[in-house]
């Protein structure tokens, strides 16, 4: 695999750059700055990026050669009966449940759309590659495929309610719900054919750290990651509101008698918890060390690199950006700054970049070479 570039917006000039690992070099990225800026990046997969355009209507982009592919468009989404523009910028959508239409802006409806996307296989040497994404149905994550040449998006799943978290390997498509439990999908059928679902005993320290990390002080984001045929499970624990000195404090505490404004207290990523799949035992083991390894996830396709083969990745880290869209734009202090190298061994965590900037818009996203 070739090494990761990180994808972000640069601070004082209008354009993308590239960030390498090796060489700790930033690298210019051609493209219409402001054109993409109006675009919603929900990911990266297999060297190609996914965003919604303007419209809300998702894009494969591939920033190395410039190619892009046009995809099915949102209203042809499963839960979606139609939609029409009905003003500047307003959408009025009418879902397959319950009566009447919902207006919504091409930012918010891009948010409630797209979850996350990724693709089965590298594009580029295979161009009957399967399409696979997240999208939000009444608060829950179900899934839709699509295939080159298809005029709309086919829904599927199984019995997990809701998905965590996708992942593709080989066609394979591993697809995280609670408990946690993991479906098996073939996508060498014409439509996805589900093999499997594994139902693995909850660790203990998962059950513990609802206490350690309650729901109304913090959030946790869940993520699938294959290591050497291995499969991880990533939990992320994110403060809701998080102090200059690192306290994470309820939202009632940032206002103060003392001014007019309640203190800034940015969403921060605190702690990191990875537990290793026991296939034959049906139990997720609390993994202590990465040992070479360095885990990268976020918004985009997760995977696993060693480090000795890539120079200026550090192991036994997992890296990470900002995914955590309920609350990207509700500020205009903060949104796509959640990034860093979290170190698995002492659980400190150093920043990604040289950057102090609280609002990165469109948020970085990692990226690998095809």
């Known amino acids: 695999m070739n090494s990761p570039l990180l994808l972000f917006p640069m601070e004082q000039e209008n354009s993308f750059c590239f960030f390498s690992l090796a060489n700790k070099r930033e690298y210019e990225f051609k493209a219409d700055f402001e054109k993409l800026q109006q675009w919603r990046f929900v990911g990266s997969s297999h060297g190609w990026l996914l965003l919604l355009n303007e419209k809300a209507d998702p894009i494969l982009l591939n920033p190395f050669s410039g190619i892009n592919f046009e995809l099915p468009g949102k209203e042809t989404f499963p839960h979606i009966r139609s939609i029409q523009e009905v003003g500047d910028d307003v959408f009025a959508v009418h879902y397959n449940f319950g009566n009447g239409s919902i207006c ?8 409630l759309l797209m979850v996350k996307a990724v ?13 696979i994404i997240m999208y939000n149905e009444l608060s829950m994550s179900r899934l839709a495929f699509c295939r080159p040449g298809d005029i709309g998006w086919t829904g599927f799943g199984g019995e997990i309610q809701s998905y965590y978290d996708i992942l593709c390997n080989d066609n394979m498509l591993y ?13 060498y059928e014409s439509t996805p054919s589900r093999k499997m679902i594994i139902q ?36 992320r624990y994110i403060g809701e509101f998080v102090r200059y000195d690192g306290e994470v404090v309820y939202e009632g505490d940032t206002l103060t008698h003392y001014a007019s404004e309640p203190l800034v207290c940015p969403y921060k990523t605190v702690q990191f918890h990875v537990y290793k799949l026991d ?6 083991q609390q993994v202590e060390s990465l040992n070479d390894c360095a885990l990268f996830v976020g918004g985009y396709h ?24 309920d609350r990207m734009d509700e500020d ?7 990034m860093g190298i979290f170190k698995l061994e002492d659980g400190s965590t150093e920043p990604l970049l040289d950057c102090h900037k609280q609002k990165i818009e469109p948020p ?7």
């Open 279 to 284: 296939t034959d035992q049906k139990i997720w």
């Open 119 to 131: 693709l089965s296989t590298n594009r580029s040497c295979n161009t009957n590659c399967t399409v």
């Open 302 to 325: 997760s995977f696993c690199l060693p480090a000795k083969e890539h120079p200026g990745c550090k192991a036994n880290a997992i890296y990470f950006t900002d995914d955590y869209w």
């Open 332 to 338: 205009y202090c903060y949104g796509g700054h959640d």
């Open 364 to 370: 970085p996203f990692w990226i690998v070479p095809n």
């Open 104 to 111: 919504h802006s091409s930012k918010t409806l891009g948010q």
């Open 175 to 187: 697809a995280l719900g609670a408990g946690p439990s993991i479906e098996v999908w073939d996508l």
């Open 200 to 235: 693995a005993s909850c660790p203990r320290k998962l059950t513990e750290a609802h206490q350690i990390y309650p729901a109304d002080l913090y959030s946790s984001k869940w993520y699938l990651v294959l290591s050497s045929g291995e499969m991880l499970l990533v939990i």
